[in-house]
Structures are given as C-alpha cells and as structure tokens.
C-alpha cells in the first residue's frame, strides 16, 4: 500500500495484481473537456465503461456556510459564482426567493427588465453550451460562430450593468437600473440577425456526419431515469417530459408572453442538441415581445417596502428618515419575518431552487442552494456504463455542467 | 469582564437588536385551504402519524416521525405523484435541541403542487436512506452526511461528496467556524510537508480578509514601496524610485528618480 500523506506520485490509476482486464482511468479534474472540475473514475473493459464514479469538489467555496454569515444583500453577488455562465438568473431566483419571503411585490418595469435579462442570459449560455460542446466534438467553427453572438449579447449586458460576467444585475425588491438608451436598439438588432444565426449552426451541425456519429443514441436518459435522477431543464425535457418552470409555475411575467416548450422522447445527445437549439429561438421570440411590453409600463424599479428595501436615491438624499432606513438597511441588513421558503425557477441549466430558512435575523439561518447541474453530474454514474471513452465528452458535453454551480 | 460568547453557534450574530423587536411570521394557512393538499395529507394521515401540517408560501410543509420517512416518501410518490425529489438537506438545531431537522422537498408534475416532507432526528440517531425511491437522493444523503455528518443508514456507496475524504469535522454545523477549524488550518500542511514540518511552516492562515502590514513579500504597498522581503517593523527604509529587479527591465536602459520630473499639476 503505497502512502497517500504526501504528494508522492500515486498511480492510482494502475491497479495492480489483477487477474481481470479492468483498466481504472482517471479521467480529470484538468480535462480540457471537464468542463471545469470533473474528476471521473472510469472502470474500463477494453474501451468501454463499465463502472463511473463522477468526483466532485474541487470547486468547493462553501457557499452556504458563507451564506449564514452574510447579509442577504451581501450574499446577491457570491450567487454570480454558481452558474458563471448566466448569472443573471442565480441572482435572479435568490432575489425571487427572498421577496416571497418578505411578500413584495416588484414593480411592472422591474419584471420587464428581469425577464430580459433572464432571456438574455439562457441565450449567452445556450451559445456557449453549443460552442463548447461543439468545440469538444471538434467542430471549431461553430466555436467561433457561437462565441461572437455570445460577444455581442456579453457587450449588451455590459451596457446594462457594467459588468460582462458576474452581473449581479438584479436586486432584491427590483433591479437598480433602467435600460440605457441604446440598449433597445442594441437588442433589437441582435434579435433580427438571430434566427439566420441559429440557422447557420444547424446547417453546420444537423446532418454532419461526425456530429450525428457522435450525438444520435448516444447518452440515451430514459424518462424514469430523469426523473428519479432529478433532471430538470433541457436534461428532462430531451427525455420526453414536457415541465418548464415558465410556463407550468409561471413567475414574473412568463404568462403573458407566448412561448413553446420544445420536447423530445428520444433522450440521446442529439435531442438534447435539438432542444438547446429550439430553446434559443423561444428566448429570442420571448424578447421580441417584451419590448414593446417595456414601453406600456411607468419608471418605478424597486418595490416600496421601507422595511426590507432602501429607498430611492432621491429619498436617501433629501428625506432624513430614509437615509436613517439606508444606513440601518446597509449595515444591519434587513431581517425577513421567521419562516422557509423554497422557490424554484427555469435557470439554462434546468430547476435552480433556494431554500431558505429564516429566524427573523439578518443572517439566513440556513440557505440551501439546489443547483441543476449537481444531479446532472451525478446522473453519469448511471449514464456513462455502456459507453466508450469518446462517448464520455460528448455525454458531459450535453448535459451542460457547470461547476460553480455543482460545488458551489 | 469579557463578552460570553456561545460556543454552540459561532456563525455571524447581529450585533443589535432593538429588545422590544418581535420577529413577523410568514403566514401559514391550514392545509384545509387547498384542496390537492388536503387529499394528500389524508392519504398519508390514513397509515402515518402527522406531527404538523400547514401550507406556507404556496407549499404544503408536513411533519413526520423520523422512523417513517421511506414509508411516507413511497406513498407520496407511488400513490400521490409527487414523482421527483427536488431537494434534500439537514438544518442544524443541535444548539437549541440536539436535533437535526431533514426535510425532503418534492414536486409533482401532473399536479403542480411542491410539498415539504419534515422530520427531526438526533445528533447519532442514523436515518433511512431513500436512494432507492430516488436515485437523486444518492449524491443529496452524501451531501448531508458530508456537511452536517448525518448517518444515513442502506445507502451504497456512503461517503464524502464536496470535503476531501480525510477532511474532519462537518462544515455546515453550527460548531464549525466560517474560517475553518484547527485541523483544518493544518491540513494542507500535513498532507503536503508532513505532520514534522508543521513547527517550520506554522497554521495556515485561514482569514482571507487578514492583511499584515509588516509583509513586504504577499501584500504590496502602494506610495511606500519598499524592497521585496525588507524587513520594516521599525519603520520603513528610504526608498529610491527605481526599478527593483535584478538586472534592470527590459528595454529600459536607464532611470533615475533625480533626472525625472513628477507631475503633481494635473493641468500641466
């Protein structure tokens, strides 16, 4: 037994004295398609998989323990670091969940603007979802094709709130800022050139043969399967379940805007791909409405709760009791009424919930993060068995995983 | 005198609190108000024990005893539809009551309904895994065995998810500081040097907002640089303006601070 205490090489991926011809590979955690941090432990008999074991963690920051520490404002920027790839909606079901806990209502611009960014942000991680897998697969154009409308809607959320990554674009009880004047035009402009797009990448993609070798019955999640793995999102409704939180749960104002669920029955990583596809021009189609929608609604972007929220910075300014609430609301923090919550909502990745439990303090007394992608790492241990080696980076490729999300 | 702090729950306290402050409650309803709801509490009442039930925020929430936890979670999903375990975690009162609160949050599909399944346990007091209802449930019972150190009894393959597997101590107590514990601060040094080296290289410094003022090789000092490595508790050396690497920089032949002009004129 060789001693692991020290950084020692330990072949750990060699067993010795065997008498079968299982081959464990260690696949990862700097694997160029791990997407992150994936350690896998694949059991192989010649090339196929015969055992998985997906080894998460190495992302670990302890976000619920910082959680119990923190304020709920000062937490609304940690939420960015779990999906990275669309933050927008991390900050957008915590700020959700606090404000059913609080029961505030947001005002009409307030959601407007919410859902365009919510929008926005599925289509920046669509586009890097089909870019990154494509790019596993090998298909480098699309890589570039993707990655430059990605760019433009980057540049469009950088115009909104500064920042091209980690948004933190939303607050609790509303958003802290009204469109820029160029922002309509911005996406409007993106919008008409969309739909040619998306179209380019299918023409690319669709019938390749390498992308159908690599995609058609490969990955194949039954419905029961999704189900009891608790696969929500595009996992779940490429496995033939038709649930979108939207349109079954509607928040916000997904109700009054038309849009279709795009399913599969087939389950394998081409429908999947089919689904990110169809999903992208449903988001297109769902901003396309919400700008007219823009205009119908008066200025007011935060909800009015003296309570919970800070003023305007007019009142901050020129009234003494709300800059009195403002410093109180900054430095103590806002202290919700005792009771939990859970309220889950339709991130890219699938159901992203936060459950929090409050005591009445400033501090959450226990906030429990439900990320989509940690089950969709651990669905692999039943998925990957089966398959061959280069089956396993189009697998992960599809499942769209990330991993500030999974280890939070 | 000192101020007592409790040691059951280092977490962050408000530091002020108004004493005639009452804590709101957000409303509860009784499960009679819904109709779905109350069916399905009935179906569970018939053969379970119900401690407590009520619908919060749009949520049935039902309390259970800890010993029927796979029994009730069978019947809610085979006979009730609630087909998917969305979410599955401890809370921590082992402060106020030694007990861990697990609560097992469904969704049904067909129904449209989100229910909470509550139960309490003891500190050493195992609980029956429910992996076998909800493959979902494998990765959520290792989570919270690894962050609260729960025993989950009949699970496959039990051990730690997101910690190291030698790692001790279960960070999401209440007990565990934010900052980590002592082990914790010695265990990259041990598994890295060995347990020897610890007199050498000393705890590892776990407080990320930390900054000593006399550290002249990690934090650098703007407007008062110093050389890299100087030693400056007895105050700083005088420190010419120029280049400190060895050598010169590349493509800058010369500089010196006296020859050269400092703009303090922002208009010039």
Redesign the interface.
Known sequence: MQDT???RPFFENIAFDRDDNEVILNFGPQHPSAHGQLRLMLHLQQEQIVKAHPD??YL?R?M???A???IYNEFLPTTDRMDYIASSSNNYGFALAVE??L?LEVPRRAKVIRMMLLETNRLMSHLFWLATTALDIGAMTVFLYAFREREYLMDLIEDYCGARLTHAAIRIGGVPLDLQDTFIADLKKFLEKLPANIKDYEDLLDTNRIWLMRMENVGVISTD?A????CTGPMLRASG?E?DIRK??PYELYDEVDFDIPVSDKGDNYARYKVYMEEMRQSARILDQLIPMYYETTPELMAHAPKYISGSKLDIMTQNYSLMQHFVLVT??M??????????TESPKG?L?F?I???????P??L?L?APS??HT??L??LLPGHYIPDVVSIIGTTNIVFGEV?? | MRKYTPKKDV??????TDRFWV??????SPVESDATFSEDLAAIKEKFEVLDAYI??D?M?VYINAKDNFDVIKLAKEDLAY?????L?A??WLADKGQFEI?Y?M?S?TK?K?I?IKCFIDEQEPILSVEKL???A??SEREMYD?YGVIVNGHPFMK?????DDWSGH??RKT?P?IGDEAAAWYEV???F?KEARDVIGPEIRDTARIDRYDTERFSRLGHEVPHGAAIPEGEPKTPLAYQEDGGVFLIKKFHEDDSVIITDRDR
């Open positions: 205490n020290r950084l998460v963690g670990h302890g619920e323990k910082m119990e520490n923190m059913k806990l029961d399967m189900l009891s793995w608790g379940v649930w079954e749960e103590q923090g202290r919700p009424p005792v009771g939990e919550v859970y309220v889950a159901e919930g459950y439990n409050s005591q009445g303090g400033p501090y007394y226990k429990k439900r940690f089950w651990g669905i241990t039943d280890d939070r | 977490q962050a306290k408000s530091y002020y804590a709101p409650q957000v409303a509860k919060q925020v949520q929430v087909t998917q375990m969305s979410e975690s809370i921590d609560f949050q969704l599909m449209r989100r909470r909800f493959r979902s494998d990765w962050m730690r998810i997101l910690m190291p960070p999401l565990y934010l041990d598994k890295i060995g």
